[in-house]
């Protein structure tokens, strides 16, 4: 085989994927994960919650972790995406992608060098001879200029829910690639399976995805809003009901100094307190008591294991609740000090995700549906496909998603599919390292863009130029 010649570049049908610094965004509810194809984790991950503070003429977007947490006045809080993980804001989105891509990955865009504090001043003028022409420097340098761009979508992603993200990209990020790629098929990809059943619990919701063969089975895609804000949402109405006495929640923020007090005792400590004019927005408060039930669900919650449901009987003919009592309980210490050693009740928010009469209810918050619940839509989804493929899916359940990480849901998942389908082969997996488990659709993304083969699949700048946005939904199947 004769060596390459070092002087001629490569042909095209010779170029490698791994060859490029290709970017992969995969944009959730909760968080916005972004970097390079090829790694084994993102290095960007950002909440998709921001803040806006009112200025002189408009409002400014402000967001990272280290800022949203500020109790800024009049800060307000917002989310660009819809209760069902599609994009509702696809400005505040934009600003979103552009932030997580471009505060760890890639520079920033450059800023006019009247104001960016490279040049001096005297006074409001430029000192003669320094150059201050902005012409064309949207065309001279942006964030993604080099750096083709994957990213993940829902499987029930709409039309224009596909053509506006590669508008962004090639127009505003610069990108000179682009591809879309569903999250099931990813997260399947990430567990080393072309076909799988992949069951994802999202902060908005659950979805349950058919992978054959690397292609979604779109008529197989369901989807409930029952994921983890549903359980946060069950932890507060299970701490407003709680026995010995109502729990309010009270954020960090709140609290300048707390004293230790014993189990079921009175908080004793000092609260922060605002004047009417630097009083953040309620929505502020909204999403510090979202952490909160966050650090409750990830230390107390747990998922029900034992045979039967929580509120049936078990073999032995005792109610599951009795012997959910005879296990030791779980401590928890609220901001306040205030803390208290959960028992039995601890399995109630999450026992509605496979039992609907389990879950707690007030007037804002009614009994879910049976056809909500996470065995119905598996039943849906594998009902919705082929016959001859069902034992090929029930073979390879694949979980993935943060809200998954709960204690126990996996054995609970596996014995309530074994239940449904008595006499088939099931086998539910799922990654026990945490970021595998709870950035898969990322890492399936970063393993699919990071392929030699890969190349060959990039919808190019010039592509996109001729077709226009339309080219996605031909393309990206």
């Known amino acids: 085989m004769a060596a390459q010649n070092p002087n001629v570049a490569p042909n095209q049908t010779e170029y490698g994927g791994d060859e490029i610094s290709a970017l992969v965004l995969d944009p959730g509810y909760s968080s916005t994960r972004a970097g390079f194809a090829g790694e084994d984790a993102p290095k960007s991950v950002v909440p998709t919650f921001y803040g806006t ?28 995406m819809a ?7 696809w400005d505040a989105a934009a600003n979103l992608w552009e932030y997580s891509i471009t505060s760890r990955l890639t520079n920033p865009r450059p800023q006019n060098p009247m104001s960016n504090g490279l040049n001096s001043h005297k006074g409001d003028e430029v000192l003669a001879g320094e150059d201050a022409d902005m012409t064309g420097v949207e065309d001279q340098e942006r964030p993604c200029e080099e750096n083709p761009l994957l ?40 567990n080393g399976k072309p076909s799988a059943l992949v069951v994802d ?42 026995q010995s006495s109502p729990i309010t929640l009270i954020p960090h923020y709140l609290i300048t100094s707390k004293t230790p007090v014993d189990a079921g005792s009175p908080a004793q400590a000092a609260y922060r307190t605002f004047t009417p004019d630097t009083t953040p927005d309620p929505s502020f408060r909204a999403l510090q008591e979202e952490r909160l039930l966050g650090e409750f669900k990830e230390s107390v919650v747990q998922v029900w294991t034992q045979p039967g449901r929580l509120l049936a009987h078990g073999p032995s003919g005792i109610p599951n609740e009795e012997l ?95 239940a449904m389908f008595a006499g088939a082969r099931v ?51």
């Open 324 to 418: 959910a009592k005879q296990q030791p309980g779980r401590p928890f210490e609220f901001p306040d000090g205030y803390n208290q050693v959960f028992g039995s009740e601890r399995f109630r928010p999450a026992e509605a995700l496979f039992d609907p009469k389990a879950a707690l209810t007030d007037a804002s918050n009614p009994t879910p549906e049976a056809k909500q619940t996470l065995p119905a839509i598996i039943q849906a989804s594998l009902n919705a496909v082929d016959v001859d493929i069902r034992p090929l899916l029930l073979a390879n359940i694949v979980v993935v998603g943060g809200s998954s990480l709960m204690y126990g849901f996996v054995e609970r998942l596996d014995a309530e599919v074994k």
């Open 427 to 477: 086998r539910v997996s799922a990654a026990g390292n945490l970021y595998e488990r709870k950035f898969a659709g990322w890492i399936g993304g970063s393993i699919t863009a990071s392929l030699g083969t890969f190349h060959q699949m990039w919808i190019s700048k010039k592509e996109y130029e001729e077709h226009g946005a339309g080219i996605v939904e031909k393309r990206c199947k």
């Open 53 to 80: 503070v009112p200025g002189d003429s408009k409002k400014t977007n402000i967001f990272g972790d280290n800022s949203i947490h500020n109790p800024f006045p009049n800060f307000t809080i917002k989310n660009p």
């Open 83 to 89: 209760s069902d993980g599609t994009v509702e804001d």
């Open 201 to 242: 619990v999202g902060a908005s919701g659950t979805s349950v995805t058919p992978v054959h063969d690397g292609l979604l089975l779109k008529k197989g895609v369901m989807r409930s809003p029952l994921g983890g804000n549903y359980i946060s949402t069950q932890s507060r109405l299970l701490l407003s009901q709680n």
């Open 151 to 190: 990213m993940t979508e829902t499987g029930w992603n709409t039309g224009k829910g596909r053509e506006k993200p590669i508008e962004i990209a090639m127009e505003t990020l610069g990108c000179p690639a682009f591809w879309m790629a569903r999250s099931g098929v990813l997260g399947a990809f990430a």
